[in-house]
């Protein structure tokens, strides 16, 4: 009788909860006050990419939302500051 390989989808299950625990921190990360994704990246250690990802996700669930633009404390140059925190969030017009 053959065996069956479970090894990927182990894999695939660990991976996973680290996405999920990525998420977690990047969440919260935007919910104590607003800021860019490489103000995010560099106090939480998680690739920009992955925070990019991730907003992209939250904005289709209308969970995060760019309340500010300005200049990157860090980068120097312009960005969106985004935040989690429902209280932050600007009222929805209907020009948008």
């Known amino acids: 009788?053959?065996?069956?390989?479970?090894?990927?989808?182990?894999?695939?299950?660990?991976?996973?909860?680290?996405?999920q625990d990525q998420m977690s921190k990047v969440f919260r990360a935007f919910l104590s006050q607003p800021k860019t994704m490489l103000m995010v990246s560099i106090e939480t250690g998680i690739l920009r990419a992955n925070i990019c990802r991730y907003v992209a996700y939250w904005e289709k669930q209308d969970r995060v939302q760019v309340v500010k633009k300005g200049?990157?404390?860090?980068?120097k140059h312009g960005a969106?500051?985004?935040t989690t925190n429902l209280e932050l969030f600007n009222a929805k017009t209907n020009d948008q």
Request: charged share 30%; hydrophobic share 35%; aromatic share 12%.
């Open 71 to 75: 200049i990157c404390p860090i980068s």
């Open 80 to 82: 969106g500051f985004y």
């Open 1 to 19: 009788m053959r065996e069956i390989d479970t090894a990927p989808i182990h894999k695939r299950q660990v991976q996973d909860k680290k996405f």
